[in-house]
């Protein structure tokens, strides 16, 4: 029976992971997701021949504590690869000048802070640290 319980707490813990650290595509589903589970939005614009984007992705995005972290956050990817559409129209509205932009918004949309460029894992963690520290503040504040 213990082993049962184990087994189902480890489907639903990777499940719930999976579902927490979901990259969305579309603002206004992030938007409502963050609203509904009351978590800042961190957002990331990038294109695939944009090589510090790669680079971010695979040494930062993929480490173990960055993750951990991500999974406070509804995830938002913004793809300017081909540089239109509603990805570039907000690009231009949010005055993304390079790539990778990071960007953190609170639960109800509201910027918090922007980052230029690539950010190594611990400072990045700090930044979001920090980014999460302004999102819970303005909810205090709000209420």
Known sequence: MAAVVGVIVAIWSTSHRAEASAWHS??????????DAGRPIFVLFTAEWCG???????????NAAVQNKLDDFVLLRMDLTDG?????IAARKLNVRVIPTLLVFDSKGQSLDLHEGVLPAPFFIDWLTRCQAKALSARVTHH
Do not use: W
Request: aromatic fraction near 4%.
């Open 84 to 88: 239109g559409g509603a990805t570039g």
């Open 26 to 35: 579309d603002i206004d589903a992030a938007i409502a997701r963050a609203g």
């Open 52 to 62: 510090a984007c790669k680079q971010f992705e695979s040494e930062v995005l993929e």
